[in-house]
T-cell receptor, first 111, second 115 residues
Framework: SQQGEEDPQALSIQEGENATMNCSYK?????LQWYRQNSGRGLVHLIL?????REKHSGRLRVTLDTSKKSSSLLITASRAADTASYFC???????????FGTGTRLTIIP | DTGVSQNPRHKITKRGQNVTFRCDPI?????LYWYRQTLGQGPEFLTY????????KSRLLSDRFSAERPKGSFSTLEIQRTEQGDSAMYLC?????????????FGPGTRLTVT
């Protein structure tokens, strides 16, 4: 079953704008990961944030984690057409290696 | 190419037939995972291996599904007596977990269509 839910389900923005996606989950976690999936293709790992971290950056990506609210956000700055994809958050629990994915946010960047 | 590879990329089969998919992980990775993804949903965990040992199986993995990882290298996922509800993308991932949980690297997937 899906543990997480992404919000919004779909997002369309102009190229150059920032995109923010949110993820909520239900149980305590060891870490939370964000993945990108282009249409009909495999998932690409973007960033991993551990439960004792609050913020992490990677290039144009910024991820925050609030374990008290069981939520995370992914910010993509200065969006590009190539960022058009579905974005999923996935959680891993302590002592359990499987990932539990959310339902995804479909991001469209309008050139 | 040193990424995760999956074969075939597409499979169309008739209901009741058996199908087998193969996954070749990144060579030094000791963990291998199978997920299933249906249209508009996130991937759902099916099973995972550490080396050749199958350590966890989801309740989604009915008796018609079996996975193996002989010698701790490539893995196969077999579905017997396929049903239309088995139509999905089957994703394989691998990771190197020395300490703690590591990021998983996904293959391109095998899209199964059961007619």
């Amino acid at each position: 079953s899906q543990q997480g839910e992404e919000d919004p389900q779909a997002l369309s923005i102009q190229e150059g704008e920032n995109a923010t996606m949110n993820c909520s989950y239900k149980t305590s976690i060891n870490n939370l990961q964000w993945y990108r999936q282009n249409s009909g293709r495999g998932l690409v790992h973007l960033i991993l944030i551990r439960s004792n971290e609050r913020e992490k950056h990677s290039g144009r990506l910024r991820v925050t984690l609030d374990t008290s609210k069981k939520s995370s956000s992914l910010l993509i700055t200065a969006s590009r057409a190539a960022d058009t994809a579905s974005y999923f958050c996935a959680t891993a629990r302590f002592g359990n290696e499987k990932l539990t994915f959310g339902t995804g946010t479909r991001l469209t960047i309008i050139p | 190419d040193t990424g995760v590879s999956q074969n075939p990329r597409h499979k169309i089969t008739k209901r009741g037939q058996n199908v087998t998919f193969r996954c070749d992980p990144i060579s030094e990775h000791n963990r291998l995972y199978w997920y299933r993804q249906t249209l508009g949903q996130g991937p759902e965990f099916l099973t995972y291996f550490q080396n050749e040992a199958q350590l966890e199986k989801s309740r989604l993995l009915s008796d018609r599904f079996s996975a193996e990882r002989p010698k701790g290298s490539f893995s196969t996922l077999e579905i017997q007596r396929t049903e239309q509800g088995d139509s999905a993308m089957y994703l394989c991932a691998s990771s190197l977990a020395a300490r703690g949980t590591a990021e998983q690297y996904f293959g391109p997937g095998t899209r199964l269509t059961v007619t």
